[in-house]
């Protein structure tokens, strides 16, 4: 039994459906935001469709998984490489084939059960990958926070500075819903900083509608479909981590709600929940979506589980993304500011492939350890490439976790994890 306060299918009322949603939204409001003004996405499709994506998500795991899902920062780099390929058409068609990728995997569990994929990506496999992701972007964050059009400016990266330390403050000195916002709380106070320093022209927020119609990217509308190996080995590999973060995330949500979601309504459903939402994202112009770990945070301070304050949450994440007003402000969000945001996310990101690592008891006395986490993080974070023809080039993070999973399959003393963990025993 779980001491929730409203339990899975509990209905709220009106005025609780109404505020928690809205706590629920904005926790994961400045994350989703983000990634698409990274990558050259626009943050009113990246809202709509996080909302979109959830509603899907609900739907395909039969209401059961109180999850929201926003957008995924494992496939910053990605887009941002599949985008210096082939514009940003190619990142969405990359985007389409991963949702495809989640299928197959989905569709394999449901007929053989969840066991094989624990054991092809352990955490000796994921852990590397994941730091990896974090330090290879770590440069992008830093010239973001510090430099203008190529030139050092300490204006600027006086405002990237108050965005972190405003964000470490939130995250330390809090234990109540303000730690689980650091995120938008950080943009929050650096926007306002930026103003008062004049670096942020309102132009755009003046010329806006209250009222506009996201900009969608439309397959064969907006751009060329063109599918190459190139591009599917640039996107498609990402869901080696992709997936294994999604267990992580069901076994903790498991913990807080007091259920097994890897057993019922399945792994199989949630990760093709988490797929199809990628694929409507990826359709209409936004980036692959992922379960969120802030919105589980909000779950596990309120202790309420009702699935409707999810459904309520993605309604008004779809509204938000109408309003032309809040999304030209979203636009002149100064680039210091996000820079300041991503130097401590893309830091989060790196920690927390440690952290996977150290929980899981990683022996690095053991020389089989050593040499796939080493080889890991050199190939990726050095950006290595193998390239057999002009549209064939596998580099950087999904080589890397590419041959990490070989790796982890040829090389002599694989543990049997008969020891999986007691929540999906």
């Known amino acids: 039994m779980n001491d929730a306060v409203l339990d899975v299918k509990d209905r709220p009322s009106t005025g609780q459906w109404i505020s928690l949603s809205l706590q629920h939204m904005f926790a994961m409001f400045g994350a989703t935001i983000l990634v698409p003004k990274l990558v050259g996405l626009s943050p009113a499709i990246a809202l709509l469709t996080s909302g979109i994506a959830t509603l899907i998500f609900v739907l395909v795991t039969q209401g059961k998984v109180p999850a929201y899902l926003g957008s995924s920062f494992a496939f910053i780099l990605p887009i941002q490489l599949?985008?210096?390929?082939?514009?940003?058409?190619?990142?969405?068609?990359?985007?389409?084939?991963?949702?495809?990728?989640?299928?197959?995997?989905?569709?394999?569990i449901w007929k053989t059960g969840y066991r094989w994929i624990m054991?092809?990506?352990?955490?000796?496999?994921?852990?590397p990958v994941i730091i990896v992701i974090g330090l290879a972007l770590s440069g992008t964050a830093v010239d973001m926070a510090m430099n203008v059009d190529g030139e050092y400016s300490l204006l600027h990266f006086?405002?990237?500075?108050?965005?972190?330390?405003?964000?470490?403050?939130?995250?330390?000195?809090?234990?109540n819903i303000i730690s689980l916002m650091p995120i938008l709380i950080g943009i929050a106070v650096g926007y306002i900083y930026s103003a008062v320093i004049g670096i942020v022209d309102f132009t755009v927020v003046q010329e806006a509608n209250w009222l506009a119609v996201p900009d969608f990217l439309i397959p064969g509308v907006d751009y060329e479909i063109k599918v190459t190996f190139n591009l599917l080995l640039i996107m498609v590999p990402i869901v080696i981590v992709t997936i294994s973060e999604h267990i992580g995330h069901q076994l903790v949500l498991g913990r807080v709600v007091g259920r097994n979601f890897i057993k019922d309504p399945g792994l199989h459903r949630s990760l093709l929940g988490d797929g199809l939402g990628t694929l409507i994202s990826g359709l209409v112009g936004g980036p692959p979506k992922t379960t969120y770990g802030e919105n589980i945070g909000v779950l596990a301070i309120t202790r309420v589980y009702s699935i409707y304050v999810i459904i309520g949450a993605a309604v008004?994440?779809?509204?938000?993304?109408?309003?032309?007003?809040v999304m030209a402000l979203i636009e002149t969000i100064p680039t210091a500011v996000l820079g300041g945001i991503s130097i401590l996310l893309f830091g989060i990101i790196a920690s927390s492939g440690l952290r996977m690592l150290v929980d899981s008891n990683i022996d690095f006395g053991d020389q089989r350890n050593l040499i796939i986490s080493s080889v890991v993080l050199v190939i990726g974070i050095g950006g290595a490439a193998?390239?057999?023809?002009?549209?064939?080039?596998?580099?950087?993070?999904?080589?890397?976790?590419?041959?990490?999973?070989?790796?982890n399959l040829i090389l002599p003393g694989r543990p049997d994890y008969e020891e999986l963990p007691d929540e999906i025993k």
């Open 82 to 108: 599949a985008t210096e390929y082939g514009g940003l058409g190619s990142a969405m068609v990359g985007a389409v084939f991963v949702s495809f990728a989640y299928a197959i995997v989905s569709l394999l």
């Open 119 to 127: 054991k092809l990506l352990p955490p000796i496999v994921v852990g």
């Open 158 to 175: 006086s405002a990237a500075l108050v965005t972190l330390i405003t964000a470490i403050i939130c995250t330390i000195y809090f234990n």
């Open 316 to 325: 008004f994440a779809i509204l938000f993304a109408f309003l032309g007003k």
């Open 386 to 407: 193998l390239e057999f023809t002009e549209s064939f080039r596998v580099e950087g993070m999904a080589l890397a976790a590419m041959i990490g999973a070989l790796l």
